[in-house]
T-cell receptor, first 108, second 115 residues
Framework: AQRVTQPEKLLSVFKGAPVELKCNYSYSGSPELFWYVQYSRQRLQLLLRHISRESIKGFTADLNKGETSFHLKKPFAQEEDSAMYYCALLYNNNDMRFGAGTRLTVKP | GAGVSQSPRYKVAKRGQDVALRCDPISGHVSLFWYQQALGQGPEFLTYFQNEAQLDKSGLPSDRFFAERPEGSVSTLKIQRTQQEDSAVYLC?????????????FGPGTRLLVL
């Protein structure tokens, strides 16, 4: 069955430290992966998608098919990065599955 | 322009009551999605519309759940005979085109509490 796993429910780092939010997926086909973010009192919004190979707000994510991972990384975390992050998998070009989310807290 | 809006933002229902949740997508958006998000979980897909056509309702948990989008814009998610396990945030999202690969824009959600 298709599954998205975010092993950390909570992640806390200090400002300026590197941060990595882990995401693993299970899908035998060709996946399309996304990271969504929800800042406090705001709605869920797309952060980035692997197919775009972009860096948004300093975040990048590389699809590693061998390890079935799509970890989100930022070299220097900022306080405004504190939010809930969801990894999502689009499979069969049709169905979207979200992970349970990781709450990132960046301490001053 | 305005984003996706949902109403009500909060709903408390007694077990057995029927509820109706409304979603106003971004004007001109073809696709509309409903998700259910239980506490501590990510959103789970419920149903998908392309214009007025409900193309996928595979995520609806039971026949108590019904969704419609009669004119291809506003959508309503109806839950009949609510149960405590229906308590969740219900999210609506819309996207411009007719494929699921496109960026989905989410509403603020309706938080439903069934007592």
């Amino acid at each position: 069955a298709q599954r998205v796993t975010q092993p950390e429910k909570l992640l806390s780092v200090f400002k300026g430290a590197p941060v990595e939010l882990k995401c693993n997926y299970s899908y035998s086909g060709s996946p399309e992966l996304f990271w969504y973010v929800q800042y406090s009192r705001q709605r869920l919004q797309l952060l980035l998608r692997h197919i775009s190979r972009e860096s948004i707000k300093g975040f990048t994510a590389d699809l590693n098919k061998g390890e079935t991972s799509f970890h989100l990384k930022k070299p220097f975390a900022q306080e405004e990065d504190s939010a809930m992050y969801y990894c999502a998998l689009l499979y069969n070009n049709n169905d979207m599955r979200f992970g349970a989310g990781t709450r990132l807290t960046v301490k001053p | 322009g305005a984003g996706v809006s949902q109403s009500p933002r909060y709903k408390v229902a007694k077990r057995g009551q029927d509820v109706a949740l409304r979603c106003d997508p971004i004007s001109g958006h073809v696709s509309l999605f409903w998700y259910q998000q239980a506490l501590g979980q990510g959103p789970e897909f419920l149903t998908y519309f392309q214009n007025e056509a409900q193309l996928d309702k595979s995520g609806l948990p039971s026949d108590r759940f019904f969704a419609e989008r009669p004119e291809g814009s506003v959508s309503t998610l109806k839950i009949q005979r609510t149960q405590q396990e229906d308590s969740a945030v219900y999210l609506c999202a819309s996207s411009l085109g007719g494929t699921r690969k496109e960026t989905q824009y989410f509403g603020p959600g309706t938080r439903l509490l069934v007592l």
